[in-house]
């Protein structure tokens, strides 16, 4: 269906005065977000901590001024408090703060659970573009690129304060808000269910995309070296955004490194990862469970 030309099922809530927002960023309001914990990736992905940058790994507990960034391709799958989900797509940017998550670009995806003790509620706030409030039980998808502001209802009942003034609800079934580039003000728009399926996909992991779990038991070996010749291609995929290792062995007398992705899912999610990626070395190659 196309955009709508009135504000079809929506409910002015309030009017009031905010101060301007001078950043993206996705606030938590409660007393004591401290950490979330990386539980599925998909390569590329980085952690930026402490003033260094990182391949990111599955099990990964991010604290606050940590930044998780994904390339091409990458996902990250989050936990965050009492078992609220956060899903970022590709090519995304998001900063961990005390109390407050901010997403600087690509697509999300945030589930909080309808039993939980506190009432936080999650909040997007953008310099020229609405606030959006996720209470409990709700499930939104958000998307942030330099031309555009896209959100969706995903389940429950979404609060969306339009120039930190007024406030409506997005509060039936693939109902939408949609401010694009240049853009006066925002338009509404209900989209079908393929076109929202769609949209959702942007945040899933696929089993063929190469899973890295938290506790995953297969690894991939990407080739071993004399002494520490894989140094360079060590360097070079992990500044690549992938979690590769090194381990050393010693047969008869002379130390070999090897180069490894650990916290595959399955077997075949292993070996599959090895065919995707086998021009990265002349070395065999080869995957084994811990």
Not at 131 to 153: H, M
Not at 167 to 191: K, M, S, V
Request: include cysteine; charge should be positive; hydrophobic fraction near 40%.
């Amino acid at each position: 269906m196309g955009f709508l030309n009135q504000l079809d099922g929506v409910v002015v809530l309030f009017n009031r005065s905010i101060s301007n927002s001078f950043f993206v960023f996705l606030l938590l309001w409660h007393g004591s977000l401290a950490a979330a914990t990386v539980q599925v990736l998909v390569s590329p992905a980085w952690l930026q901590s402490g003033g260094e940058r990182h391949p990111l790994k599955p099990g990964v507990l991010l604290k606050a001024g940590d930044v998780i960034e994904t390339g091409l391709g990458g996902r990250v799958r989050l936990v965050l408090e009492e078992g609220v989900l956060l899903k970022l797509g590709s090519d995304s940017r998001l900063l961990f703060q005390a109390h407050d998550l901010t997403l600087f670009r690509g697509v999300v995806r945030l589930k909080v659970k309808q039993k939980r003790r506190d009432s936080a509620v999650y909040r997007l706030f953008s310099q020229d573009r609405p606030t959006l409030s996720v209470p409990q039980g709700a499930e939104v998808w958000l998307k942030r690129t330099i031309n555009s502001w896209r959100t969706c209802r995903v389940k429950g009942m979404l609060t969306v304060e339009k120039s930190l003034a007024s406030g409506f609800i997005l509060n039936r079934p693939r109902h939408c808000y949609e401010w694009l580039a240049d853009a006066a003000q925002g338009q509404f728009r209900y989209l079908s269910k393929a076109r929202m399926k769609t949209r959702l996909q942007e945040v899933n992991t696929l089993k063929d995309q190469g899973l890295l779990i938290e506790g995953g038991a297969w690894v991939a070996y990407l080739g071993q070296f004399r002494g520490r010749g894989g140094e360079r291609l060590l360097s070079r995929l992990q500044q690549q955004g992938y979690p590769v290792e090194a381990e050393m062995a010693y047969f008869s007398g002379e130390e070999w490194q090897r180069l490894m992705i650990r916290g595959f899912y399955e077997e075949s999610e292993a070996l599959a990862f090895i065919r995707r990626h086998r021009s990265w070395s002349n070395k065999k190659m080869w995957v084994e469970e811990q």
